[in-house]
């Protein structure tokens, strides 16, 4: 089958993409064609994969709202700790954050997230305000060993 045929099967059911993938068009089959490797088959050029499935292909979808106070995601999303309602002081973080290490936190918008590397000190970066987007976290924030949410 020729590429130009190939391309008017594949876009016989197009949908509009987020901002990230502006001028191009998204089929409506490309989440199955992710799932069976059209992404990464390198038998498909990087402008076909952007023609056809930019969004699913080459865009980190967005996360979505949270309605807890904060969440902790482990290195390699190993682990998820939902911090659901506001502290009243600072708490402990599981142990298995602290063994793993921390990567991401996302803070709900109005929220503020503070992290400690001991009950008096809080990590470089720290606090962190809620924009309800994920935040990759760096050198000691990596490790703390106790958490402050607080939401007005």
């Known amino acids: 089958m020729n590429t130009a045929v190939y391309i008017l099967v594949l876009s016989t059911a197009i949908v509009a993409v987020n901002a990230q993938c502006n001028g191009f068009t998204e089929n409506a089959n490309c989440a199955k064609w992710k799932a069976d ?24 979808p967005a996360p979505k709202p949270i309605t807890d106070c904060a969440q902790l995601v482990a290195v390699n999303s190993q682990a998820l700790s939902r911090i659901s309602t506001p502290s009243t002081a600072i708490e402990p973080i599981r142990p298995d954050f602290t063994a793993i290490g ?29 924009t309800g987007e994920h935040v990759t976290v760096t050198g000691e924030a990596t490790k703390p060993i106790a958490l402050e949410c607080t939401c007005p």
Do not use: R, W, Y
Request: aromatic fraction near 12%.
């Open 37 to 60: 490797g059209f992404c990464t088959n390198p038998a498909f050029t990087t402008e076909l994969k952007k023609q056809m499935c930019c969004n699913a292909c080459f865009c980190t």
């Open 102 to 130: 921390l990567e991401k936190v996302i803070v709900k918008p109005g929220c503020t997230l503070k992290l400690f590397s001991d009950p008096f000190t809080q990590v470089p970066g720290s606090p962190f305000k809620g």
